[in-house]
């Protein structure tokens, strides 16, 4: 059974930086796209970052040039460094990954989450 699992939260003051990961298990035949999403309080979820197999990545215009993601495909692991935090970066961070199990279909996992809190 695939799982993911996201740390790397916590509490940072602003103009801090934090690294969450995202680390897949199971038996995954293929990874294809790996995201990162955060939900504040009273707010829909969002989407933060993506990055697909071939490298390619996406940011919200909220986070690009402070926020990178990258990949580790030997260790089915996402990075989403976070630099320059602000207050209204606090948030639970889910990472979601859309993959194919083997012998599986391709669909969406979710991880259980991850609290970052911006706060002085």
């Known amino acids: 059974q695939v799982q993911l699992v996201e740390s790397g939260g916590g509490l940072v003051q602003p103009g801090g930086s934090l690294r969450l990961s995202c680390a897949a298990s199971?038996?995954?035949?293929?990874?294809?796209?790996t995201a990162w999403y955060r939900q504040a309080p009273g707010k829909q979820r969002e989407l933060v970052a993506a990055?697909?197999?071939?490298?390619?990545?996406e940011y919200a215009d909220s986070v690009t040039a402070r926020f990178t993601i990258s990949r580790d495909n030997a260790k089915n692991t996402v990075y989403l460094q976070m630099n320059s935090l602000k207050p209204e970066d606090t948030a639970v961070y889910y990472c979601?990954?859309?993959?194919?199990?083997?012998?599986?279909?391709?669909?969406?996992?979710w991880g259980q989450g991850t609290q970052v809190t911006v706060s002085s």
């Open positions: 199971g038996h995954i035949f293929s990874i294809y796209v």
């Open positions: 990055i697909n197999s071939g490298g390619t990545t």
């Open positions: 979601k990954a859309d993959l194919r199990e083997v012998g599986g279909t391709r669909r969406n996992y």
